[in-house]
T-cell receptor, first 112, second 111 residues
Framework: NAGVTQTPKFQVLKTGQSMTLQCAQDMNHNSMYWYRQDPGMGLRLIYYSASEGTTDKGEVPNGYNVSRLNKREFSLRLESAAPSQTSVYFC???????????FGQGTRLTVV | EDKVVQSPLSLVVHEGDTVTLNCSYEVTNFRSLLWYKQEKKAPTFLFMLTSSGIEKKSGRLSSILDKKELFSILNITATQTGDSAIYLCATITNSGYALNFGKGTSLLVTP
């Protein structure tokens, strides 16, 4: 019973490099989310997907793109990484408006 | 703009103390408020509150929502060192799918 799985767990990038963070859920949830967490800032929403085939911007979308590949998978791409994107990234999923969100274990990304 | 404000931002208590964490909100078309506990890694779900005045309880933790005054509290009685964590509050609206989080309260319980 995996829940929400994120890969990789840790990553170091050089400024300007690109990478994709992967997220998959096995709970047949409709909505999926990408958050970033910085010290003292709580969780800030980057992008979300309310259902398969749709994506929408959150509070801090600049510098990121997403793909809802299918109902299970929601990826986050950094096209040209910047030091300001150093953060812990969490993927989450939720069945519907009446239920809680479940979180993955996070990806710690450092951009040097 | 929707706001979720948690207080205090950090708190240090001794084992056995009772703590109250606060979460106030200004949210358009409010639906529910959620509490999460975050230790080393992923936030884990504690409570979802939708109706005003109905207490949710799980062991030493309890929470209540006041929709008139727009706040919720999370109480932890007889605290233990294992309660040390960041406690996050989030709101859900009827018109959107996202959870909007506050900045969290960092709780440290000392032996």
């Amino acid at each position: 019973n995996a829940g929400v799985t994120q890969t990789p767990k840790f990553q170091v990038l050089k400024t300007g490099q690109s990478m994709t963070l992967q997220c998959a859920q096995d709970m047949n949830h409709n909505s999926m989310y990408w958050y970033r967490q910085d010290p003292g800032m709580g969780l800030r929403l980057i992008y979300y997907s309310a259902s398969e085939g749709t994506t929408d911007k959150g509070e801090v979308p600049n510098g990121y793109n997403v793909s809802r590949l299918n109902k299970r998978e929601f990826s986050l791409r950094l096209e040209s990484a910047a030091p300001s994107q150093t953060s812990v990234y969490f993927c989450a999923s939720r069945r519907d408006l009446n239920t809680e969100a479940f979180f993955g274990q996070g990806t710690r990304l450092t951009v040097v | 703009e929707d706001k979720v404000v948690q207080s205090p931002l950090s708190l240090v208590v001794h084992e056995g103390d009772t703590v109250t964490l606060n979460c106030s909100y200004e949210v358009t078309n409010f639906r529910s408020l959620l509490w999460y506990k975050q230790e080393k890694k992923a936030p884990t779900f504690l409570f979802m509150l939708t109706s005003s005045g109905i207490e949710k309880k799980s062991g030493r933790l309890s929470s209540i929502l006041d929709k008139k005054e727009l706040f919720s509290i999370l109480n932890i009685t007889a605290t233990q060192t294992g309660d040390s964590a960041i406690y996050l509050c989030a709101t859900i609206t009827n018109s959107g799918y996202a959870l909007n989080f506050g900045k969290g309260t960092s709780l440290l319980v000392t032996p």
